[in-house]
Every structure is written in structure tokens, then in C-alpha cells.
């Protein structure tokens, strides 16, 4: 399974990719950044991609290290305002969210577009009520996607700016009523299992490195299993659904498949629906760009 966002979302669009850029249009504001898996040339002459960008982030000393993965500096070529918003209009009807972005010294704006497939399966999947997690949660437009299905949503993530720009990205959306929980994921996870706690939906996206607010130290490779054995235990054993995205080179989706099996002791094929795949974009040139793996678990 490759899944891309819908080409009807005016607000977002891949313009181009390659010579390891991307050339993206937010809204009205149009930006190259780098992108590794861009290996090929691109479609456009760099002089064209010059003359349509407003901004450009070029990688600093380290880029690509741990630790220093995406640091670097934005340059502008054209005014435009430090933040701005672009709203999704999902396919499904009640799947409407705005999100505020903002250029970060990490190369990233606050959104990653090539999640709309997940938003999408996260709509369709929640019913009202629901009790959803997500974890790793960033500035929320998976929680967004929940919320808007009439889920009774917790969003934790263990930066507090990056909760607050959640927080304002629901009341921006004319959402309300999400749990912001700022903490360290497997910390919190853990607790949630020794108090018997459940949640009929767990999303996360859990980053190559990264640490809790104490300073607890996440790596991807060393944690994701026990993080997984943990979520088995927390998600409701019927009608429920886990969604795992993972950006980390390196991981195939059929790895994901086989952590979240193990994991959760997936045995009765009868029992549940396991799929994965890699979610991607395509540049308007139908260039493909593939740039996570997902792996969604549904209990029946
Ligand atoms: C790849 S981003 C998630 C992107 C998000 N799923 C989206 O599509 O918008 C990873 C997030 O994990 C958070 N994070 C890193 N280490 C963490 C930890 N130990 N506990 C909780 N959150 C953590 C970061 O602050 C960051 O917001």
C-alpha cells in the first residue's frame, strides 16, 4: 500500500523534488528543503524554482548527524509573513482542521503533508466517544482528525511550545475539549499500563532520537519494541486501532509489520487486520516521493 494526500488540497501542493530538494507550496508561501530521498534531477530548471520561492532552508554544520538532523538557517527571497495558515478539507465530510505554520530552525513548518492519508484513516475509524492517544504528537493535526470524529482525544508530546501550537491549531479549528499532556511518551505509556488504562485508538509517530522534558532520553531502535509491548497493553483488546508512522531511514514497512505482530502477540489471523505500507507524495510532475512507513492495527 502507498497512500498520497488527495491533489484536491488547494493548500498544499509538492511543486518539484530532486538534486536531494523539495519545492513546496503552503498556502501562498512556496519553499525549498532539503529532502535525501530526492535522488534524482529535477523537474524544473534551478533558476525557475529561485524565481517562485519565497524562502529556502539550507542545511548548518552537522545536518544529517544525530542529535543535529535538521538544523540549519531560512534565507527569504520575498516577504511574507512569519506565520500563516492553511486549512485541510479532508475527503470525508466533517474532516476540516486549520493548522498555523511557521518556519523552525529544524527545517520543518508544523506539518507534515504526506500524514493526510493518516488523518483520513483516523476520521474514518473514530466514533464518537472514542478514547484516543496520540503520542509524539507534534502540533496535533492527527489529534485534529480524532477530535473532529468526536473523540475524547489526549495529545501528548514533550516539548510545551510545540503543545501550545497544538492547543492554538484546535482553537484556530473551532475544536475543544483535548487533554495536552506534556511528558516523556514511554514514561507516560507505562503509567497508563500499571493504572489499567485503555484507549479504543493509539496513534504515534515516534522520532529516530528525541527526549522527554526531564531529559529522558528516547532512541527509536533501543525502544520502540518495549514502547509497542506497552501500547498492546493500553489499547482496548475489541474495536480499536493503533497507527504507527516512522520517518526513520532504514526501517522497511514490513519491519513495522513484523515490531507491531511481536509486539502485540498477533497470532488469530481472524482476529484483527494488520496492514502497512509507505505514505508519500507525488510532485506535480507525477515524480513519486515516498517519506514514512505506516503500520495500522485494527482489533476487531
Ligand atoms: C516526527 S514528530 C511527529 C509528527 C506528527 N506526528 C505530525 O504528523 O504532525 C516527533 C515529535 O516527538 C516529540 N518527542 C520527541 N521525543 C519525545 C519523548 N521522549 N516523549 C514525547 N514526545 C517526544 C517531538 O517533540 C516531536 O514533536
Known amino acids: 500500500m502507498t497512500e498520497f494526500p488527495s491533489s484536491k ?12 530538494e523539495k519545492l513546496e507550496r503552503y498556502g501562498n508561501v512556496v519553499m525549498a528543503r532539503p529532502e535525501p530521498k530526492a535522488i534524482w534531477d529535477r523537474s524544473l530548471p534551478l533558476e525557475k524554482w529561485d524565481r517562485m520561492m519565497h524562502t529556502r532552508f539550507s542545511p548548518g554544520a552537522g545536518f544529517g548527524k544525530a542529535g543535529k538532523e535538521d538544523c540549519g538557517t531560512w534565507s527569504r527571497n520575498k516577504a511574507f509573513k512569519d506565520q500563516w495558515y492553511i486549512s485541510y478539507h479532508g475527503l470525508q465530510k466533517g474532516l476540516d482542521f486549520k493548522l498555523r505554520l511557521g518556519l523552525t530552525s529544524f527545517k520543518h513548518v508544523g506539518v507534515f503533508p504526506e500524514q493526510a492519508a493518516n488523518w483520513e484513516y483516523i476520521y474514518a475509524n473514530t466514533r464518537p466517544g472514542m478514547k484516543v492517544l496520540n503520542l509524539f504528537a507534534y502540533t496535533g493535526a492527527a489529534s485534529l482528525a480524532a477530535r473532529a470524529a468526536g473523540a475524547d482525544v489526549t495529545h501528548l508530546d514533550s516539548v510545551r511550545q510545540v503543545v501550545n501550537w497544538a492547543s492554538g491549531n484546535m482553537e484556530s479549528s473551532g475544536l475543544d475539549n483535548i487533554r495536552w499532556v506534556v511528558e516523556d511518551a514511554m514514561k507516560f505509556a507505562r503509567r497508563e499500563a500499571k493504572r489499567g488504562h485503555l484507549y479504543n485508538g493509539i496513534i504515534l509517530d515516534p522520532p529516530a532520537y528525541g527526549h522527554g522534558p526531564d531529559g529522558e532520553r528516547w532512541k527509536l ?24 508512522n516512522l520517518y526513520s531511514n532504514g526501517y522497511s514497512a514490513l519491519l513495522g509489520e513484523t515490531v507491531v505482530r511481536e509486539a502485540f502477540g498477533l497470532r488469530d489471523e481472524s482476529a484483527f487486520s494488520l496492514k502497512s505500507g509507505e505514505l508519500a507524495l507525488r510532485d506535480s510532475f507525477g515524480k513519486a516521493l515516498p517519506l514514512s512507513i505506516v503500520v495500522r492495527l485494527a482489533l476487531k
Open 9 to 20: 488540497w488547494a493548500d498544499y501542493e509538492l511543486i518539484d523534488c530532486g538534486c536531494g
Open 221 to 244: 531502535d533501543d525502544y520502540l519494541f518495549e514502547m509497542l509491548r506497552t501500547v498492546a497493553q493500553i489499547l482496548a483488546p475489541h474495536g480499536s486501532y493503533m497507527v504507527l
